[in-house]
């Protein structure tokens, strides 16, 4: 069987570091990975476990100065989880899409509050 290219944006092979945070019921949940491969559409990268398809997720990661030529920049995006695959050992693949997206100053950061409301009204 082969396989089809759905993606609408070209990939590239980023290894940066991410912080996921989502709802899990009345939780908020946040770990902690690096990107495999990441397009301006989305990003694909590993947890020890999945997250349900559909969820809303915040993502955010810090672009290094070798992909912004200058300072690096840090990004809030927030997604929805497209599929989690079971890869060999314990870890899932977890693709997530990009809906939205803002660039953080170096002193932006969110309050836990405000955070949970951006992932539940996405």
């Given amino acids: 069987m082969s ?12 290894k940066v570091p991410v912080i996921i945070r989502w709802r899990d019921g009345a939780n908020m949940r946040e770990a902690r990975t690096i990107s495999q491969d990441v397009s301006s559409n989305g990003l694909y990268f ?3 476990a999945g997250i349900a398809d559909g969820t809303n997720v ?13 300072e690096p920049v840090r990004v809030r995006c927030l997604g929805r989880i497209m599929r989690c695959e079971q890869e060999e050992g314990a870890h899932v693949g977890v ?13 932006d950061d969110a309050p836990a509050d405000t955070k949970a409301d951006l992932v539940s009204k996405s």
């Fill in 3 to 14: 396989f089809i290219e759905h993606r609408r944006a070209a990939r590239f092979a980023l």
């Fill in 95 to 107: 693709a997530a899409a990009i809906r939205k997206y803002e660039f953080l100053s170096r002193n």
């Fill in 46 to 48: 590993f947890l020890p």
């Fill in 58 to 70: 915040e993502v955010e990661m810090t672009l290094a100065t070798e992909i912004t030529r200058g």
